[in-house]
């Protein structure tokens, strides 16, 4: 899920190519100032919560990136320090440091120092810092209350350091060196940013993500905060030789190819670099993700339009060809052909145009021929090539129709169903009396029993509830249709009054019918609850991710324990409040404090439930929010898979991160 960005007005930059083809000092131009960024910071990285703390690092990554596209950087490091701040390293040509004849100032200070400065001047290589927020690492110095940069070229070690974006000292020498590279270290400043922990998974993710983007750089990752059982720090490396075709094989490693080999292409079409991989697997959903120069394009765009327009055109002609579609008694369907469909797509476009809601889908018209023709010469190739392959993909895409035809007429059950009650809420629905969705909230409780207990707990002008028989169906394995005779199922799309295929895009969710803009999920704090928690997690994931891109998923935390004594009584989230509250709670003597451990939500009564998971004034909710569309989709396969090693070693690396949000 991403926030909206704001795009950078352009500025016009002036390139000048020194003699030797290569970029020197003079062809960095001034722009404008810092203060800016200090006074809107949202503006310019998106946010200043978590995800705005963790893109200053991607900021400083992607120059770093950018000299490795340029191919002259292999190697680049990223550290977290025990204070949060973060050292970034590379082993490129260096930021230039000669002294600007116009500004009379290192070229270094200039890049630092003034917004956009770093950015356009080497549009050959497709300047990945011009994409998304692409602000430069002039904004991560603004924003940092204390920088240090260090670069070795030329025989010699430069050094500046930076406070709020501005120059301590002049450029100096500190020594000789014969390497090359930039060394970034910046703190953030703390002022600015709601959140100042960095956190280990959301770096790894996106370096993984880089790695496999662009192969043949090697990208490391130290935790000077933590250390393993040999007493070294937490550290990993994420390198990748295949690119996508390695990236579509990591995305599917839980699922079960139906093809032995990524399908795959590299090329340059209209000057424009194109790289597509693509697998199948036994899976009903679709799995796409697209990318213009390292950015995620989550809401698409042409790059994605002209691979759909291959894909669909390719096969529809090989299948017509070989006759494997005359038995089939209705059409086959563009849908169709993407069923257990996996394929990363990365184009690198010289001047992107980004659109959409938040800013991440492509609008260069261009890009759909380029991709169109790659996708649709490689494809044509390979069915040729590769007959056994080819009608194992056809086999599933007739499937896939076949399936969709029962799935559309289940959704019209549904529907039809639902209009005959009179709108229809469920019977097991406690609705709330309030009517403005903005106010009110749904909790979906596990059983019966707890949802007996929430019901009488809850406010109910604002507050509705909706129990959920043990476990729901897992919608990971099965085929849409039978999704839409699940009772449970059909129970949480009536309460929320939002359909799929009853729009005129079949796929798209009709939210604004949306009941309740706070859905809240309420299970037992055991196994068995978070399991439950997962399932119902995974349903909205796959057919209603609209509402957790929208913010309206949230997790309700129940208390673990409760400390009392007498009167006195103290809940307790995790082990260390518990033995707080003991220690406060026994100081006239520890006898008599008793320690009651939570199981399920049916241990509590009515008050206790309310006090503790339902009232807004007091409760801990856990917002649900996408991070990385690939790496989530990946995450749930594998929790909802057959395989239970990759699961269990996820869980014990993951609990930790499980954090409260409000
Ligand atoms: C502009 C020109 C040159 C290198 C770089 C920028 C550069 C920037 C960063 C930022 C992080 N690491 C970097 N590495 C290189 C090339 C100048 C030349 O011709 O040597």
């Not at 996408?626 to 909802?640: K, P, T, V, W």
């Given at each position: 899920m991403t926030e909206k960005a704001s795009q950078i007005e352009e500025v016009d930059t002036t390139k000048q190519k020194g003699d030797n083809g290569e970029y020197s000092a003079d062809s960095i131009t001034v722009l404008e100032g810092l203060e800016a960024v200090r006074l809107r910071p949202a503006m310019y990285i998106g946010d200043t919560g978590l995800r705005g703390l963790h893109h200053l690092v991607y900021e400083v990554v992607d120059n770093s990136i950018d000299e490795a596209l340029a191919g002259y950087c292999k190697n680049i490091n990223v550290f977290i320090h025990t204070d949060n701040s973060i050292t970034v390293t590379d082993d490129g040509r260096g930021i230039p440091t000669g002294i600007m004849k116009k500004e009379n100032k290192s070229a270094l200070e200039i890049v630092m120092t003034v917004l956009h400065a770093g950015g356009k001047f080497n549009k050959d290589t497709y300047k990945v810092s011009g994409g998304l927020h692409g602000v430069g690492v002039s904004c991560v110095n603004a924003l940092s209350i204390h920088v240090k940069t260090i670069v070795q070229r030329e025989g010699k070690i430069f050094c500046q350091e930076y406070s709020k974006g501005k120059p301590l000292y002049d450029v100096k020498v500190i020594g000789e060196s014969d390497k090359t590279g930039t060394s970034q270290t910046f703190l953030p400043d703390n002022t600015i940013f709601t959140e100042s922990v960095y956190r280990y998974d959301i770096l790894t993710a996106r370096l993984r993500e880089l790695a496999y983007l662009n192969k043949g750089v090697r990208l490391n990752i130290t935790d000077e905060r933590e250390k393993n059982e040999k007493e070294e720090f937490i550290s990993d490396t994420f390198y990748s030789e295949g690119g996508l075709r390695e990236f579509v094989e990591y995305l599917d490693a839980n699922r079960e190819r139906l093809i032995p080999e990524p399908i795959y292409v590299e090329s340059e079409k209209y000057g424009m670099p194109v790289e597509v991989s693509m697998l199948y697997n036994t899976s009903f959903n679709e799995n796409l993700h697209s990318y213009v120069n390292n950015i995620n394009t989550h809401e698409g765009g042409t790059h994605l339009a002209g691979f759909r327009r291959a894909l669909t055109r390719t096969l529809k002609t090989y299948a017509d060809k070989s006759g494997m579609l005359s038995k089939l008694k209705f059409e086959i369907d563009g849908d169709d052909f993407r069923e257990g469909l996996t394929a990363v797509i990365s184009v690198k476009v010289a001047e992107p145009q980004f659109e959409g809601q938040t800013k991440t889908k492509l609008g260069n018209k261009e890009v759909i021929g380029a991709v169109d023709t790659a996708v649709g010469e490689m494809l044509t190739n390979y069915l040729e090539e590769h007959p056994k392959e080819a009608r194992i993909i056809i086999d599933k895409v007739i499937l896939a129709a076949t399936a969709r035809f029962a799935a559309r007429k289940a959704r019209e059950m549904v529907q039809r169903k639902g209009a005959l009650?009179?709108?229809?809420?469920?019977?097991?629905?406690?609705?709330?009396?309030?009517?403005?969705?903005?106010?009110?909230?749904?909790?979906?409780?596990?059983?019966?029993?707890?949802?007996?207990?929430?019901?009488?707990?809850?406010?109910?002008?604002?507050?509705?509830?909706?129990?959920?028989?043990?476990?729901?169906?897992?919608?990971?394995?099965?085929?849409?249709?039978?999704?839409?005779?699940?009772?449970?199922?059909?129970?949480?799309?009536?309460?929320?009054?939002?359909?799929?295929?009853?729009?005129?895009?079949?796929?798209a969710l009709n939210i604004e019918k949306l009941r309740y803009h706070k859905i809240i999920i309420m299970c037992d704090a055991d196994v068995d609850g978070s399991h439950i928690t997962t399932l119902i997690l995974t349903f909205f994931f796959r057919y209603m991710k609209e509402l957790i891109e929208n913010g309206h998923i949230y997790i309700a935390t129940p208390p673990?324990?409760?400390?009392?004594?007498?009167?006195?009584?103290?809940?307790?989230?995790?082990?260390?409040?518990?033995?707080?509250?003991?220690?406060?709670?026994?100081?006239?003597?520890?006898?008599?404090?008793?320690?009651?451990?939570?199981?399920?939500?049916?241990?509590?009564?009515?008050?206790?439930?309310?006090?503790?998971?339902?009232?807004?004034?007091?409760?801990?909710?856990?917002?649900?929010?996408?991070?990385?569309?690939?790496?989530?989709?990946?995450?749930?396969?594998?929790?909802?898979?057959?395989?239970?090693?990759?699961?269990?070693e996820f869980i014990e690396k993951n609990a930790r991160y499980a954090k409260i949000d409000a």
């Open positions: 009650t009179g709108g229809g809420l469920p019977g097991k629905l406690a609705d709330c009396s309030e009517k403005d969705p903005g106010a009110c909230e749904i909790f979906l409780v596990e059983g019966d029993s707890a949802g007996g207990t929430a019901k009488q707990g809850r406010n109910r002008a604002f507050q509705a509830v909706l129990p959920l028989r043990g476990k729901i169906l897992n919608v990971e394995k099965a085929m849409e249709h039978k999704i839409y005779e699940n009772e449970e199922i059909k129970n949480i799309y009536t309460a929320l009054g939002v359909f799929k295929g009853t729009q005129e895009d079949q796929k673990l324990y409760l400390v009392k004594k007498g009167k006195d009584q103290r809940y307790a989230w995790t082990e260390e409040e518990r033995d707080n509250a003991i220690k406060e709670i026994g100081k006239n003597g520890k006898d008599n404090v008793g320690v009651q451990r939570y199981k399920g939500l049916g241990e509590m009564n009515a008050e206790q439930l309310w006090e503790t998971t339902i009232n807004p004034e007091s409760r801990k909710l856990r917002k649900v929010t996408i991070e990385s569309a690939a790496e989530a989709d990946r995450i749930f396969s594998m929790l909802m898979g057959d395989d239970v090693l990759p699961r269990r």
